[in-house]
């Protein structure tokens, strides 16, 4: 099985990022370069756990 993925990807309140990197956009420019897995590097941010938590669900 291959797997196209990008595991260390920064949020919105990392401050040297856009504020453009959303979970919606980062899934958009994802499917369109084939990349089928994302990780992020800011998973301690509270404000972006609240985010993932608040949009993300499982299938």
Not at 3 to 16: L, Q
Not at 29 to 35: E, P, Q
Not at 47 to 57: F, G
């Amino acid at each position: 099985m291959k797997v196209i993925a990008d595991m260390h990807i920064h949020s919105s309140h990392s401050r040297a990022c856009s504020k453009d990197l959303s979970l919606e956009n980062l899934e958009k420019y994802a499917r369109i370069k084939g990349i089928g897995l994302l990780g992020t590097g800011d998973f301690t941010h509270p404000k972006w756990v609240q985010e993932i938590k608040s949009k993300l669900r499982e299938n």
